[in-house]
């Protein structure tokens, strides 16, 4: 009878994390108006994570008492405000993959671009704190004051990284439809990046990263612009990167040690997905960044 009680209980707290991390899937839309210093795939990405944020702070609502900032906007001598400007913290909801391609309309206002997005995604509540990590991305400098989502081709990329929590981490780069891995280094074998609580990591430095197989790169690009996305995924509970293969193409950075393993980002997105209904402790920040030739 011990054991039938034992296990009945087990089932059900194993049901129980399992609709803790249950998903819902929710449509929004949103319309940017954009400065004139924004290109049309910068604001074209604004435009998507708007959308996002704005379906989640609708569907799971939001910490009021973190929301200390309006965002304003010139529209045609008007000023505009939107509370949207939200990070993950201050929403209740976390986003985990678009369902179906986000539909952009695009027009002219004067000489205002405004990007109309609609798009159905998929997103979690988010029942249990997660842990606040800082992840910033860096300019050929390992210091946080070169701090930049600006490149130009031939730029070092560093990123610095310090967690409250021990935990592991994973950090990757998408670019169109293929995902690249920069974390863990290409040569670790074990598909795991362990790192300590309260100590400042800088990632891609010889210098400053003393662990082997380190993977240096230069952002390189043949375009006049080229935007990208740099994901930094941490958990205090244990996982692996996704399964890849080493890349032969020419993507928007180059390393001193061969390219960095790939995916195609169908594959990350779903790879990600089941991990966050596996893990509430997981969380993720997206850093775009722009490449100019």
Same mark, same amino acid.
């Given at each position: 009878?011990?054991r039938?009680?034992? #296990?009945?209980?087990?089932?059900?707290?194993?049901?129980?994390?399992?609709?803790?991390a249950?998903?819902?899937?929710?449509?929004?839309?949103?319309?940017?108006?954009?400065?004139?210093?924004?290109?049309?795939?910068?604001?074209?990405q604004?435009a998507l994570?708007?959308?996002?944020?704005?379906?989640?702070?609708?569907?799971?609502g939001?910490?009021?008492?973190?929301?200390g900032?309006?965002?304003?906007?010139?529209v045609?001598?008007?000023s505009?405000?939107s509370?949207f400007?939200l990070?993950?913290?201050?929403?209740?909801?976390?986003?985990?993959?678009?369902?179906?391609?986000p539909?952009?309309d695009?027009?002219?206002e004067?000489?205002i671009?405004?990007?109309?997005v609609?798009?159905?995604?998929?997103?979690?509540?988010?029942k249990?704190?997660?842990?606040?990590?800082?992840?910033?991305?860096?300019?050929?400098?390992t210091?946080?004051k070169?701090?930049?989502?600006?490149?130009?081709?031939?730029?070092?990329?560093?990123?610095? #990284?310090?967690?409250?929590?021990?935990?592991?981490l994973?950090?990757?780069?998408?670019?169109?439809?293929?995902?690249?891995?920069?974390?863990?280094y290409?040569?670790?074998?074990?598909?795991?990046c362990?790192?300590?609580?309260?100590?400042?990591?800088?990632?891609?430095?010889?210098?400053?990263d003393?662990? %082997?197989?380190?993977?240096?790169y230069v952002?390189?690009?043949?375009?006049?612009v080229?935007?990208n996305?740099i994901?930094?995924?941490f958990?205090?509970?244990?996982f692996?990167?996704?399964?890849d293969?080493?890349?032969?193409?020419?993507?928007?950075?180059e390393?001193?040690?061969g390219?960095?393993?790939?995916?195609?980002?169908?594959?990350?997105? %779903?790879?990600l997905?089941k991990?966050?209904?596996?893990?509430?402790?997981?969380?993720?920040?997206?850093?775009?960044?722009?490449?100019?030739?």
């Amino acid at each position: 009878m011990k054991r039938i009680l034992l #296990f009945t209980f087990g089932l059900f707290c194993c049901l129980g994390m399992i609709q803790a991390a249950k998903t819902k899937t929710i449509k929004a839309s949103y319309t940017y108006y954009a400065p004139e210093n924004v290109t049309l795939e910068q604001a074209k990405q604004t435009a998507l994570q708007r959308a996002r944020l704005q379906g989640i702070a609708e569907e799971f609502g939001t910490n009021m008492n973190q929301i200390g900032t309006t965002i304003r906007e010139n529209v045609n001598g008007e000023s505009n405000a939107s509370v949207f400007q939200l990070t993950n913290s201050t929403v209740k909801g976390q986003w985990i993959k678009d369902v179906d391609e986000p539909e952009y309309d695009i027009k002219y206002e004067g000489s205002i671009l405004v990007v109309s997005v609609k798009v159905k995604f998929e997103a979690r509540e988010m029942k249990s704190a997660t842990v606040d990590f800082e992840a910033k991305v860096l300019r050929n400098g390992t210091e946080d004051k070169y701090e930049s989502g600006e490149f130009k081709s031939g730029d070092d990329l560093f990123l610095s #990284f310090q967690t409250p929590k021990e935990g592991y981490l994973a950090v990757y780069l998408v670019e169109g439809d293929m995902a690249y891995c920069l974390l863990p280094y290409r040569h670790q074998t074990n598909g795991i990046c362990q790192v300590e609580a309260n100590r400042r990591y800088v990632f891609f430095s010889t210098v400053e990263d003393k662990s %082997a197989h380190v993977d240096e790169y230069v952002m390189t690009t043949d375009k006049q612009v080229e935007n990208n996305v740099i994901y930094v995924i941490f958990s205090p509970n244990e996982f692996s990167k996704a399964a890849d293969k080493q890349s032969n193409r020419q993507v928007g950075l180059e390393g001193t040690d061969g390219l960095p393993r790939e995916l195609s980002f169908d594959k990350y997105q %779903a790879w990600l997905s089941k991990l966050m209904g596996q893990d509430e402790k997981l969380d993720t920040k997206s850093i775009p960044i722009v490449i100019r030739k």
